[in-house]
């Protein structure tokens, strides 16, 4: 069974930066497109990043983009999303998705992806 487990939110300030992680259980990370969404209060849940399943192609939501870098540790079975320069309308709970099925490319549609975390709390305080 393919478990996701996210931790690393918290309380930080405008302009500070925070790095979350995604533990995947239950099979490697390799060769499967991944991804990061959010869901802010009274907002839908949005793409903000994803890796394909090679890991050479990265894709950033414009809001993002510059700011947030996704990244991945395959020793421990990890994927990460350092925040930088982080706003107030990053306050969200950020989940990671990943695919069922290899070798694909991966989406910006969450309902693309088979597996998803709890998520974890990133608060942005002005």
């Known amino acids: 069974q393919v478990q996701l487990v996210e931790s690393g939110g918290g309380l930080v300030q405008v302009g500070d930066s925070l790095k979350i992680s995604c533990r995947v259980y239950?099979?490697?990370?390799?060769?499967?497109?991944m991804a990061w969404f959010r869901q802010g209060p009274g907002k839908e849940r949005e793409f903000v990043s994803a890796v394909n399943w090679s890991g050479e192609k990265i894709d950033y939501a414009d809001s993002v983009k510059g700011r947030f870098t996704f990244s991945k540790d395959s020793t421990k079975n990890t994927m990460y999303l350092q925040m930088d320069n982080l706003k107030s309308e990053d306050t969200a709970a950020y989940y990671c998705?990943?695919?069922?099925?290899?070798?694909?490319?991966?989406?910006?549609?969450?309902?693309?992806?088979?597996?998803w975390g709890q998520g974890t709390q990133v608060t942005v305080s002005s």
């Open positions: 239950g099979r490697t990370l390799n060769g499967y497109a």
């Open positions: 998705a990943a695919d069922l099925r290899a070798f694909k490319d991966g989406s910006r549609d969450p309902n693309y992806y088979d597996y």
